[in-house]
């Protein structure tokens, strides 16, 4: 039984193979893709330009289908760029080369589905640069793997993290964040990140807001797509907080309050957006604010003193 060791498809089927796999001229037209590639196929021009100027530096991977066609495992980008070339008129590209591989063969207790799955997604970690989004989905198709291999009894000795960072050429950090992107990030603001419209370092600012506030802010981002950074996110996030203090402020009655751990979550969310800024690296604060940054910082010390003896003087429920 082959061991999936990190080494990913074309290792695999080199393995299941004994020898080095063929490259085989298919016409261009007798290539059809894969509907389970979900991946961006963006910056097509510069690879099509590449592709003309110095030719194809690697084959695509391809399988062959009963009917006679072939079915695409790895290489959409490469291929979309010598169909643009070809209808520009460079006839080079009528005949495309490829590595025809068969993953059905592989001898994994999974089905054919999974096997084409793992097949496509092992393909595209080791030959394309991918976005985050890409690699969220990535994520997702070796989950869905690695369950049916656990639950086959397939010898797995790696953490599922550990697994995935290996067979995907991740870190277990990047898996770990890319994971929690996933889980907690609206699917509107994962749709941007798709069309590479949202940058990662604000997706994950995002995330960590509850989904009234992603929703929010996604409206705002659909007003102003131009404007939508992460400094729109900390104006939010202020505007939020003051009209919360200032409504508490009105609305003191004096009446009993019974508190929890979300009375805090606001407080929470900003210490964790600071710790987020500051986890890029040490800020050099200019002299001007350096005087006002350590009055802030004494004065909220102050005042969350204030909040815990209050709170400890509480009842206990």
Same mark, same amino acid.
């Given at each position: 039984?082959?061991?999936?060791?990190?080494?990913?498809?074309?290792?695999?089927?080199?393995?299941?193979?004994?020898?080095?796999?063929?490259?085989?001229?298919?016409?261009?037209?007798?290539?059809?893709?894969?509907?389970?590639?979900?991946?961006?196929?963006?910056?097509?021009?510069?690879?099509?330009?590449?592709?003309?100027?110095?030719?194809?530096?690697?084959?695509?991977?391809?399988?062959?289908?009963?009917?006679?066609?072939?079915?695409?495992?790895?290489?959409?980008?490469?291929?979309?760029?010598?169909?643009?070339?070809?209808?520009?008129?460079?006839?080079?590209?009528?005949?495309?080369?490829?590595?025809?591989?068969?993953?059905?063969?592989?001898?994994?207790?999974?089905?054919?589905?999974?096997?084409?799955?793992?097949?496509?997604?092992?393909?595209?970690?080791?030959?394309?640069?991918?976005?985050?989004?890409?690699?969220?989905?990535?994520?997702?198709?070796?989950?869905?793997?690695?369950?049916?291999?656990?639950?086959?009894?397939?010898?797995?000795?790696?953490?599922?993290?550990?697994?995935?960072?290996?067979?995907?050429?991740?870190?277990?950090?990047?898996?770990?964040?890319?994971?929690?992107?996933?889980?907690?990030?609206?699917?509107?603001?994962?749709?941007?990140?798709?069309?590479?419209?949202?940058?990662?370092?604000?997706? &994950?600012?995002?995330?960590? $807001?509850? !989904?009234?506030?992603? +929703? @929010?802010?996604? *409206?705002?981002?659909?007003? %102003?797509?131009? /404007?939508?950074?992460?400094? &729109?996110?900390?104006?939010? $996030?202020? !505007?939020?907080?003051? +009209? @919360?203090?200032? *409504?508490?402020?009105?609305? %003191?009655?004096? /009446?009993?309050?019974?508190?929890?751990?979300?009375?805090?979550?606001?407080?929470?969310?900003?210490?964790?957006?600071?710790?987020?800024?500051?986890?890029?690296?040490?800020?050099?604060?200019?002299?001007?604010?350096?005087?006002?940054?350590?009055?802030?910082?004494?004065?909220?010390?102050?005042?969350?003193?204030?909040?815990?003896?209050?709170?400890?003087?509480?009842?206990?429920?």
């Amino acid at each position: 039984m082959v061991s999936l060791n990190g080494s990913g498809i074309n290792g695999i089927l080199n393995t299941a193979s004994g020898s080095k796999m063929k490259i085989t001229s298919v016409p261009i037209e007798d290539i059809v893709r894969n509907e389970q590639n979900e991946y961006s196929i963006e910056g097509i021009d510069s690879l099509a330009a590449s592709i003309h100027d110095v030719g194809l530096r690697q084959p695509i991977e391809v399988k062959r289908l009963p009917d006679g066609t072939y079915q695409l495992i790895g290489g959409e980008r490469r291929l979309t760029a010598m169909k643009k070339l070809l209808e520009e008129g460079d006839t080079r590209w009528q005949m495309v080369p490829c590595v025809v591989s068969n993953p059905p063969e592989l001898d994994l207790p999974i089905s054919d589905e999974l096997k084409e799955l793992y097949a496509l997604t092992t393909t595209n970690a080791e030959q394309r640069s991918k976005t985050d989004h890409d690699k969220m989905l990535d994520i997702q198709a070796m989950r869905r793997i690695y369950t049916a291999l656990k639950d086959a009894g397939y010898p797995l000795a790696e953490y599922q993290r550990s697994w995935l960072a290996a067979n995907l050429n991740m870190s277990e950090s990047q898996v770990q964040r890319l994971e929690y992107l996933d889980g907690h990030l609206n699917d509107g603001f994962k749709q941007l990140m798709a069309a590479e419209k949202l940058p990662s370092t604000v997706a &994950t600012m995002i995330s960590k $807001l509850p !989904e009234e506030d992603q +929703a @929010a802010l996604l *409206q705002r981002q659909r007003e %102003d797509p131009a /404007a939508f950074n992460t400094g &729109t996110v900390m104006t939010y $996030l202020r !505007e939020k907080s003051k +009209a @919360a203090a200032e *409504q508490a402020a009105t609305d %003191d009655t004096g /009446a009993e309050l019974t508190v929890g751990k979300d009375f805090i979550a606001e407080i929470r969310q900003q210490v964790r957006d600071i710790d987020f800024l500051l986890s890029k690296g040490d800020r050099r604060i200019q002299k001007g604010r350096s005087a006002k940054l350590l009055r802030l910082q004494k004065q909220v010390r102050e005042k969350l003193e204030d909040m815990f003896e209050v709170i400890d003087l509480g009842v206990k429920k």
